[in-house]
């Protein structure tokens, strides 16, 4: 096969390497030898041509940028950039899967598509999503993060753009490297180690590397630092937290919830109890254990014939540690003669139960059993923490691997071939623990005494004494082994690809240009199969605390493909058109999904683009596209479940979530629809007690949808990269983007729920909507009113999945590199801004256009700043090297206090959480004034020295968030669950505090 020799940009040329680069050409020499020119990664095209510089903006991380962070996982790594939300990752807690994804634009981490050498690898769950946890860093050259629609090149799903990880090529030589940080409070001990070898052989034919990589990381607890400690109530200021309490809290019809005293001998008096602190189980990083390895070969058969293979395998453990497992709201049947009721207790049972005094009586007589004439029963839902039995611990582990085979070769010394497979399997077990199971605490209360069950009670059963005080003598190991069990969650995945390219150029060129007519076509087919398989506690939801059943899932689909691409330089080299260049692409796409009767259906993408280089200088650049996403297995096949969603305010609530009067009872239409929502037969005088929900979460019903369609999302970019010939080695680039998706596959949020049903004021809904079908399918607890409780009876929020949403976002990226010489040392600088002019979502025609742009809210999911930016200032010297990176993420408010609160679904009373002086029981943090509603803008700073050792031997030491800023305070409620944890937003900002880190690399 012809070699090409070539050298646009070469990366770790360079004692120092700038970091972040917005890069117009990124076809790089991969080192300094010889390269083959079928071998060239170009993000953005199938065109493979060493001298191709392409019409879309792509940001490009170096090898050097990778080693100076010290990344552990590429998730790390990719957070850091402006215009990347944080999505699922080591420091999501609750919520976290097992795996971790990548949010382009804040589009969803479902949009992109993340590539190793431009090519899918098998996705981890039935989203579709591809963990970053796989991505073998040792052997990571670059990281190019392409923005706007790029589905012409790469298939559905990349409606966002794609994340692409270049590998090594033509690795030769041993590099060991070994890398440890900890924290200074000493915990979250993380370590890294990866040896990499590689050789080239047969007279340099052939290449073969291999690289092996270990990580482990400790937990941080958020009882670990002091802004963790307590869970603080985002709506007062004080100590928060579950009202799945401790003691118990007992519902009573038409009164409300009411908690056992501190002794254990009565309830207390009125609705307030004591909020179960859950902060101090739950941790800001996960613990992981993860175990790579690498493999790549290529060999030329002959001139004309190439074979190349790559295998990626790994192992990854992560567990996710929540506070303890408990009775979430459901509703139990209380025998009057249960043996651990007392007389107290027993009369305020009958008492708001309707039950005369003598029936009471008669009722307590311990001898009676079911069946009895005289046996009764109440029922009350129950809100208990079982802390005797520990925390929720979840293990996920994940066997991972994708194999792919490919040859390639010339037709002519321009033109090319180029044909591969691949094939691979993810599973992820998760192992459940900790977990009380609902149907065993109801029978513990069928007590026919203080050591055995009434007939009928599962096998095994312990009576257990909920009324009494924590750690009870009847909480025995054996009734512990009665109420929890391991329970299993299987998730396998798998992907078979093929795909057949010809590309190059014909030879032939514009009448004005030098460089001729290049283009590729070919085409691909793509196989998804995905199922989820529980057993019968999981998929019955009868795990305490679960947040809802995780039922079985099965499906799949297909997808035959044709690709054209066609790159048409027209003028070169003529005064004031030094270049310019035409693109464009097409992919036919034809799915069909594995369902009877599920619609199959055809899409067509394409492109365009072109650049302009009127002098070497400065050089202006535009790209249109119109990108589809299909629906993934999961929007496709889950079955409609209820689960837990995000809600701080319920209009009808009249409770804080520590029971304390906010408003008053609903009156007037209000009042009807609140009574519309409860269940049937559930007495009116019910909403006059209703709480808000607990911890911010709400009960939510969904599922997927046979009949989804691909959405449709349009994106294009201009802008303008400057290299000024009198400012020698400044690159400067400005692009804006827009990116907008129709028949957007999603579901509304829970703010939209509310809308739909009590309008602009939820305080005032419009008359007659008590009868609309917004508000009837808002169904409630049928013993407490509220939108918590068991799913089985507690449908919650409706909030359906369909092709009616509409995503819109927008901003500007601005790049920068720029190095000189200052005499002792080579001065750089590389940074990368980003301004967000808006982030709206709208989930159907006619219903609120949000735009999240610098707010947070249950809503919003998290905050989405107007400005960030990242800088690197580089000192390199002969023998070391001084990096500081700053990153600036720009201020935030909650959502609820934008001009148009009215119109997102805020009224007076849920609109300003709080701001004042936290409350007492938050130890040091008694007395400070925060601002709940506001974050202000951040600055972390990075400082990192490389020294050359030993010629082979190079040592990296460095301290993360130099200056230990702490994270924004804004409590429990304020944000998603995923992502607002421990008082604050542990993805966005720094939860942990100062870290130092310590690296060797040795290279031969």
């Known amino acids: 096969m012809k070699k090409t020799q070539y050298s646009k940009l070469k990366l770790g040329a360079a004692p120092l390497v700038l970091g972040v680069a917005l890069v117009s050409a990124p076809a790089y020499a991969q080192d300094e030898g010889a390269t083959s020119s079928s071998e060239i990664v170009v993000t953005g095209t199938l065109i493979r041509n060493p001298n191709l510089e392409s019409a879309s903006p792509v940001t490009a991380i170096g090898a050097d940028e990778i080693d100076m962070q010290q990344a552990n996982v590429a998730e790390e790594l990719l957070r850091e950039l402006p215009g990347v939300t944080p999505s699922i990752g080591s420091a999501v807690n609750n919520g976290n899967g097992g795996a971790s994804f990548v949010n382009l634009r804040n589009l969803g981490s479902n949009r992109n598509v993340v590539l190793i050498d431009g090519v899918r690898l098998v996705p981890a769950e039935l989203n579709g999503r591809f963990d970053l946890n796989n991505i073998p860093l040792a052997l990571i050259e670059r990281v190019d993060v392409l923005t706007g629609g790029a589905s012409t090149t790469y298939g559905a799903d990349a409606v966002s753009g794609v994340v692409n990880f270049i590998t090594k090529r033509n690795f030769a030589g041993i590099e060991a490297n070994i890398s440890n940080q900890i924290t200074e409070r000493g915990d979250g001990h993380t370590l890294r180690a990866d040896v990499t070898i590689g050789a080239n052989f047969d007279d340099g034919r052939g290449n073969a590397v291999f690289s092996i990589g270990y990580q482990e990381s400790d937990p941080i607890y958020q009882g670990g630092r002091e802004h963790g400690l307590y869970a603080l109530s985002s709506s007062s200021g004080g100590a928060g937290g579950s009202g799945t309490a401790v003691p118990s809290r007992f519902s009573l019809p038409g009164q409300g919830t009411r908690q056992i005293n501190a002794a254990g001998t009565d309830f207390n008096p009125g609705t307030t109890f004591t909020a179960f602190n859950f902060n101090p189980y739950n941790v800001y990083q996960t613990p992981f254990k993860r175990f790579n390895m690498y493999g790549a070969a290529n060999y030329e058969i002959s001139d004309a014939l190439e074979v190349y293979t790559r295998g990626v395998f790994s192992k990854n453990t992560v567990s996710t540690i929540i506070a303890p497992s408990g009775a979430f709201g459901i509703g139990v049947d209380i025998p009057l003669n249960n043996p651990f009721l007392n007389d107290a207790l027993r009369t305020t049972f009958c008492d708001a139960n309707g039950i005369d005094v003598a029936t009471c009586t008669a009722a307590a007589d311990p001898s009676l059993t ?189 997808v035959y493909e044709a690709i054209g691409e066609l790159i048409v330089p027209l003028v070169q080299d003529k005064p004031f058109f030094e270049d310019l260049t035409i693109e464009g692409g097409i992919r036919y796409s034809s799915y069909k999904v594995d369902a009877v009767g599920s619609p199959s259906y055809n899409t067509t993408t394409w ?398």
């Not at 977990?435 to 026919?448: I, M, Q």
């Not at 939820?762 to 799913?791: E, K, Y």
């Not at 808006?838 to 219903?847: E, H, I, T, V, Y």
């Open 607 to 1004: 492109k365009v683009g072109g650049s302009w280089t009127p002098i070497s200088d400065i050089k202006f650049r535009g790209n249109y596209a119109r990108a589809v996403r299909a629906p993934n297995i999961a929007e496709l096949f889950s079955p409609v479940n209820t689960t837990l969603t995000n809600l701080q305010d319920d209009p009808c609530a009249t409770r804080d979530d520590n029971g304390n009067v906010i408003r008053a009872n609903p009156t007037g239409e209000l009042r009807a629809v609140c009574i519309a929502q409860l269940a049937p037969g559930t007495p009116a005088s019910t909403v006059d007690f209703i709480a808000q929900p607990i911890s911010g979460q709400a009960n939510a019903t969904g599922g997927g949808n046979l009949n989804l369609g691909p959405e449709i999302g349009k994106t294009w970019t201009v802008g303008v990269v400057l290299q000024p010939s009198f400012v020698p080695k400044l690159s400067l680039s400005v692009d804006y983007y827009h990116i907008k998706i129709t028949g957007a596959i999603t579901s509304p949020t829970p703010g939209d729920a509310i809308s739909a049903c009590f309008g602009a004021d939820p305080s005032s809904p419009a008359a007659g909507a008590s009868s609309t079908a917004a508000c009837t399918s808002i169904r409630r607890d049928p013993l407490t009113g509220g939108l918590n409780g068991d799913p089985n009876t507690t449908p919650g929020l409706f909030l359906t999945t369909s092709n009616l949403g509409t995503l819109e976002t927008s901003g500007i990226d601005v790049n920068l590199n720029y190095s000189r010489d200052v005499g002792f040392a080579n001065l750089s600088f590389a940074g990368q801004l980003n301004w967000t002019e808006q982030s709206k979502f709208q989930s159907a025609p006619g219903g609120y256009n949000r735009d999240c742009v610098g707010y947070f809210s249950a809503n919003c999911g998290q905050p989405i700043p107007e400005w960030q930016w990242s800088l690197r200032t580089s000192l390199a010297f002969d023998d070391f090297d001084v990096s500081l990176l700053w990153r600036h993420i720009g201020g935030s408010k909650y959502e609820g206090l934008a001009s148009d609160y009215a119109d997102r679904g805020f009224d007076d009373n849920s609109r300003e959480i709080f701001e004042g002086a936290l409350g007492a029981g938050t130890g040091t943090l008694s007395g400070k004034q925060v601002n709940f509603n506001r974050i202000k803008a951040y600055d972390y700073f990075d400082l990192t020295t490389r020294f050359n050792v030993l010629e082979n031997l190079t040592v990296t030491v460095g301290v993360q968030n130099l200056f230990d800023k702490k994270p924004p305070l804004v409590g429990g409620e304020a944000g998603s669950t995923t992502y607002n944890s421990g008082n604050t937003f542990p993805s966005t900002y720094d939860s942990i505090g100062r870290r130092y880190v310590a690296a060797a690399r040795v290279r031969f």
């Open 370 to 558: 079911p069946g009895d004439a005289a046996y009764r029963t109440v029922t009350s839902s129950l809100f208990r923490r079982a802390t005797e039995v520990g925390p929720r611990i979840s293990e996920y582990t994940t066997n991972f691997f994708d194999y792919r085979l490919g040859f390639r070769g010339g037709v002519t010394d321009t033109i090319s071939w180029d044909v591969f497979g691949s094939y691979g399997e993810s599973e992820n077990l998760q192992q459940i623990g900790g977990y009380t199971l609902n149907s065993r605490v109801r029978d513990s209360f069928l007590a026919n005494n203080t050591t055995s069950c009434f007939d009928g009670a599962a096998a095994g059963c312990v009576p257990i004494n909920w009324f009494g005080v924590e750690g009870n003598s009847s909480w025995t190991p054996e009734a512990i082994s009665f109420l929890n069990e391991v329970s299993t969650v299987r998730t396998k995945t798998s992907m078979a690809q093929a795909r057949a390219m010809l590309s190059g150029d014909f030879g032939v060129a514009s009448p004005m240009a030098s460089d001729p007519i290049s283009f590729a076509v070919g085409g691909e087919y793509r196989e998804y199969k995905a199922s989820q398989a529980s057993d019968t506690l999981a998929a019955g939801g009868d795990l305490g605390g679960a947040g809802g059943a995780a039922p079985n899932i099965d499906g799949g689909f297909n």
